[in-house]
């Protein structure tokens, strides 16, 4: 018997699981806070430099109003006598008298405590960088050590590793220890989300995955409206680390509370450990369950070991069709990523107030996430399409709006981050459909590689500001409408049987294993 016709004997989703989601929903939360905190610990205010001939010592006089952006403040060569005087031009010596912040938004943030402005702008950037590559890595090594000790042994770790650092950079003396810190929250990051996802399939009914999948979504959208709130109260960047932070160490009483997984048990050799997880799970769910479904043997058709003696990430790229399709979802985890984050994290250039947009892109996490529950059951292939079409042509659009069209420019955008979200939501029931079985693991993999490096270069968008203040949006919009036209290419899956093998893919004769059941199974049968 495969261990999926277990888990539908015990339930597929009865109260073990429904109350399995509960727990692994609740850290979405805070894993939203600490993705999305920096667009207000890293916030450049209205900002002056102090010089000979400004009212240096007295930042009550200086009219911070009239300053709208942090470039527009930022001292050129020039030989004027006042340097605190601003002339056109693009940013290119530091300020020798020091700085003079608006404190009429934020208390206090990293770059006005660093100093991190014009010449120093951009370490702000590249510590947002530096914070989304301990994603990429987090990705790597909790993946691998999550299949040799376990997915709840990972996540224990992964939360207590994000809740010591994460209050630790609360109390960062510098810069880079700040950003050594961050990285390493990063990295938890990782560790939490792939198994908390992975424990909670590995639990579920065939038929609830889809839907207790985006259940995990909805968490990580209302910490993304909670944050909002929580910033808007808490000014004061270290005071707001701190509250996003220290609550991590609750987890504590996980210990107690969150299951193992029972399929990688049995595909470690733990067997009496599964089928006691396995008895629990079914009396909570009040199925009977008896002595000759244990007798059952399991087959271990996933077992990793097996697959990865057979096949490699070369197979995902060796024959014509699969590598087309590889390619082709690996852009489109990569494109969704970039343009997912590109705009969250970007929200202060829309040019309305940061908390009240951070709370309506929160918002709209969650009719995106919903729509697709309507829309994946018709078709993967056009959802998919049709969402990155909506992004990518309201992210284009907002480039025609005039600047002091705050409210229309940031209406687009929301419509353009719904759109995103939506296919971000699809990309990741589409990809698990186009793999085959046999190199399914490595396919996700890659393709959630491809997504920490749109992650990676998310932060760095800004920097296209130099070369046009449009060309960050410009490159959110093109970027998914390449999407959707190679979206075209790739196969639809709704409704049709996963392929097993690249045999599948390509078209070829099909060879078939058979495989036998014990004979307790087949009396059952």
């Known amino acids: 018997m495969h261990f999926d016709e277990i888990i539908h004997t015990v339930g597929g989703f009865g109260k073990f699981q429904k109350l399995l ?108 960088s530096i914070y989304m590559f301990g994603l990429l890595v987090g990705a790597l090594l909790f993946g691998i050590l999550a299949d040799k000790y376990g997915r709840r042994n990972i996540i224990l770790i992964s939360l207590a590793i994000q809740a010591v650092f994460g209050v630790g950079a609360a109390f960062a003396p510098n810069f880079y220890i700040y950003t050594a810190l961050r990285f390493m929250v990063g990295t938890s990051i990782s560790g ?109 058709a996933e077992d990793k070991s097996e697959i990865q003696t057979k096949y490699s990430i070369l197979d995902l790229v060796r024959t014509p069709r699969m590598r087309q399709q590889s390619l082709i979802v690996f852009y489109l985890w990569f494109v969704n990523i970039l343009v997912y984050y590109g705009l969250s994290l970007n929200i202060s250039d829309l040019g309305m107030n940061i908390y009240l947009t951070q709370m309506i892109f929160g918002l709209v996490e969650m009719p995106a996430r919903t729509i697709t529950l309507f829309t994946l059951n018709r078709s993967r292939k056009f959802s998919q399409l049709a969402f990155l079409l909506v992004g990518g042509s309201a992210c284009l659009l907002s480039i025609f709006v005039p600047n002091d069209l705050s409210v229309l420019r940031t209406t687009l955008a929301m419509v353009g981050k719904f759109g995103i979200t939506a296919s971000l939501s699809i990309i990741y029931v589409y990809s698990a459909e186009v793999f085959p079985t046999v190199i399914r693991q490595n396919g996700i993999g890659m393709g959630s590689m491809c997504a920490r490096l749109g992650g990676v270069l998310a932060p760095m968008m800004h920097f296209l500001r130099l070369l046009s203040p449009q ?55």
């Open 21 to 128: 989601y509960v727990w692994i929903s609740l850290p979405q939360i805070f894993l939203a806070f600490h993705m999305l905190v920096s667009i207000f610990t890293g916030a450049v205010p209205p900002h002056r430099c102090r010089g000979s001939g400004s009212s240096a010592g007295s930042p009550g006089s200086l009219n911070f109003s009239l300053l709208t952006s942090g470039e527009l403040s930022c001292p050129v060569h020039s030989n004027q006598s006042d340097a605190g005087a601003f002339p056109e031009g693009q940013p290119n010596v530091s300020c020798k008298g020091g700085w003079e912040y608006s404190t009429e938004t934020f208390q206090s943030t990293i770059v006005t405590e660093w100093d991190l402005v014009c010449d120093m702008a951009s370490l702000n950037h590249v510590g947002s």
């Open 192 to 300: 939490v989300i792939m198994n908390a996802f992975v424990l909670g399939t590995e639990w579920t009914g065939s038929k609830q995955r889809m839907l207790a999948g985006i259940v995990t979504d909805y968490s990580f959208g209302v910490g993304y409206i909670l944050l909002a709130g929580v910033a808007y109260l808490i000014r004061d960047w270290r005071k707001l680390q701190l509250a996003i932070s220290a609550p991590g160490f609750f987890f504590i009483f996980y210990i107690l509370v969150l299951p193992k997984s029972a399929r990688w048990l049995m595909i470690n050799n733990r067997n009496e450990e599964a089928w006691d997880l396995i008895r629990k799970a079914a009396q909570m769910n009040g199925k009977n369950f008896t002595q000759d479904l244990e007798m059952c043997q399991v087959y271990k």
């Open 471 to 525: 060309a960050p949006m410009i490159l959110c919009g093109l970027l998914p409408l390449l999407g959707a036209a190679l979206t075209l290419l790739l196969p639809e899956t709704a409704n049709k049987p996963l392929p097993d093998s690249i045999q599948d893919i390509e078209g070829h004769k099909l060879r078939f294993k058979s495989l036998s059941l014990c004979s307790a199974c087949q009396q059952q049968a």
